[in-house]
């Protein structure tokens, strides 16, 4: 069974606040990604991680903020949140070579920014 | 990474098994077939994966066709709690590791009690 966890489950918040939502893994991955998702609809990447101190942007244009410094640990930040941030936030993390690499998720945070 | 055709739709009754089909003809060489699905209101779940032999895990069974165009994920007692949609997709050899998970339509399975 994965190890990976996400707080908060769920979070309700007004416009202009900063908010952090947590990711941690406990497989000693050394990939992590952070996917948004509406209901019914696709996943989007919107950032991943090779390793430590090292962060990319996904295919979906995100204003949210990740960071990398330790290998278990990868938050994501908005500084000012709006209601277009209204969504469920999935973290994953994997391991293993190239094809077989297999990504295991997170419980997902559902943000509702009023 | 190369496309997958699954059924929009399946239904089964509970402790039956389940056959749910993939189609890749398309397929090259190198790519492993994943399976996934996904729970309502929750994030997806690695089911299993291989490249040529046949797979056991404790979730499920896969079985891939000799020349690797089709594929089928057996769930052998179909438990009400399998009710999620399932994708199957191919996972390209030498993909970077920025590699994002893409999924089709899949298969929304229906399980009856």
């Known amino acids: 069974e994965a190890d990976i966890y996400q707080t908060p489950r769920y979070l309700v918040i007004g416009t202009g606040k900063k908010i952090t939502l947590e990711c941690s893994q406990t497989?000693?991955?050394?990939?992590m990604y952070w996917y948004q998702q509406d209901p019914g609809m696709e996943l989007h990447l919107i950032h991943y991680?090779?390793?430590?101190?090292?962060?990319e942007k996904g295919d979906l244009s995100s204003e949210s903020t990740v960071s990398r410094i330790r290998t278990e640990h990868f938050p994501l930040t908005l500084e000012s949140a709006r209601p277009s941030h209204t969504s469920q936030y999935l973290c994953?993390?994997?391991?293993?070579?190239?094809?077989?690499?297999?990504?295991?998720f997170g419980p997902g945070t559902r943000l509702t920014v009023l | 990474d190369a496309k997958t055709t699954q059924p929009n739709s399946m239904e089964s009754n509970e402790e039956e098994p389940v056959h749910l089909p993939c189609n890749h003809s398309?397929?090259?060489?190198?790519?492993?077939i994943h399976w996934y699905r996904q729970l309502p209101s929750q994030g997806p779940e690695y089911v299993i994966h291989?490249?040529?032999s046949n797979v056991n895990n404790r979730m499920a069974s896969l079985a891939i066709a000799e020349d690797r165009k089709s594929s089928t994920l057996i769930l052998h007692r179909a438990t009400l709690r399998d009710a999620a949609v399932y994708y199957c997709?191919?996972?390209?050899?030498?993909?970077?590791?920025?590699?994002?998970?893409?999924f089709g339509e899949g298969t929304q399975l229906t399980v009856n009690p």
């Open positions: 994953a993390s994997s391991d293993g070579t190239s094809g077989s690499r297999v990504q295991f």
């Open positions: 497989m000693g991955h050394d990939k």
């Open positions: 991680s090779y390793g430590v101190n090292s962060t």
């Open positions: 398309t397929i090259s060489g190198t790519d492993y």
């Open positions: 291989g490249l040529t």
């Open positions: 997709i191919l996972r390209a050899w030498g993909e970077t590791s920025g590699s994002r998970l893409t």
